[in-house]
């Protein structure tokens, strides 16, 4: 019943910016932690970063100071402002949601190449 629905993903050029957008639906409570993840080919799932229930942020060390998570409450919305995109950054960016068990979205592509 729980969707979560990626967005925003796409093509930049190093030092550029995107804005990914994950829209949850179905029965769902305000306030839950929500994240992005990310997975590049071959590579192991990292967390990129977490909003906690009370709006507090942590965030990956390769990103600090460049990324930037944040919540809409009212639509169930939460937002990853990346700026400064390196190479390194180039992945598959996944959404989660915790209500008690962990929700995945399917991904959306962020390529960041020259």
């Known amino acids: 019943q729980v969707q979560l629905v990626e967005s925003g993903g796409g093509l930049v050029q190093p030092g550029g910016s995107l804005r990914l957008s994950c829209a949850a639906s179905?029965?769902?409570?305000?306030?839950?932690?929500m994240g992005w993840f990310r997975q590049a080919p071959g590579k192991q799932r990292e967390l990129v970063a977490i909003?906690?229930?009370?709006?507090?942020?942590n965030y990956a060390d390769s990103v600090k100071g460049r990324f930037t998570i944040s919540r809409d409450n009212a639509n169930n919305t939460v937002y990853l402002q990346m700026n400064k995109l390196k190479p390194e950054d180039t992945a598959v960016y996944y959404c989660?949601?915790?209500?008690?068990?962990?929700?995945w979205g399917q991904g959306t592509q962020v390529t960041v190449s020259s």
């Open positions: 989660t949601l915790r209500m008690g068990i962990v929700y």
């Open positions: 179905g029965s769902i409570f305000r306030n839950n932690v």
């Open positions: 909003i906690l229930s009370g709006d507090s942020t």
